[in-house]
Nanobody, 121 residues
Framework: QVQVVESGGGLVQPGESLRLSCAVSGSIFRINAMGWYRQAPGKERELVASITGGGSTYYPDSLKGRFTISSDNAENTVYLQMNSLKPEDTAVYYC???????????????WGQGTQVTVSS
């Protein structure tokens, strides 16, 4: 069993900051990567940021400079720091963990339930 739990969403005004957290727990052999997707109403889910177990990060060009992903490997937790938030950042943010539960198992992706981020004045 693997659980992925997000926290930190909420309502903020344009220009403000918000930090999301995501903790994964359960039967884990190795985490390959963790990250965040978001989905706004009527739009496809898009990748926001990812970080590998070795610390390599990825951001789409549109979010570079405003969003920062970091991790605490000892706690199997990742954080998404979002600065200078805009109304178009409003979405449900989903955390995922790409991990292996056992050395002989293949890797699989596990998802959290999502956390709402609303940017509005």
């Amino acid at each position: 069993q693997v659980q992925v739990v997000e926290s930190g969403g909420g309502l903020v005004q344009p220009g403000e900051s918000l930090r999301l957290s995501c903790a994964v727990s359960g039967s884990i052999f190795r985490i390959n990567a963790m990250g965040w997707y978001r989905q706004a109403p009527g739009k496809e889910r898009e990748l926001v940021a990812s970080i590998t177990g070795g610390g390599s990060t990825y951001y789409p060009d549109s979010l570079k400079g405003r969003f920062t992903i970091s991790s605490d490997n000892a706690e199997n937790t990742v954080y998404l720091q979002m600065n200078s938030l805009k109304p178009e950042d409003t979405a449900v943010y989903y955390c995922y963990a790409d991990l292996r539960q056992h050395p002989i198992f293949s890797s699989d992706k596990y998802w959290g339930q999502g956390t709402q981020v609303t940017v509005s004045s």
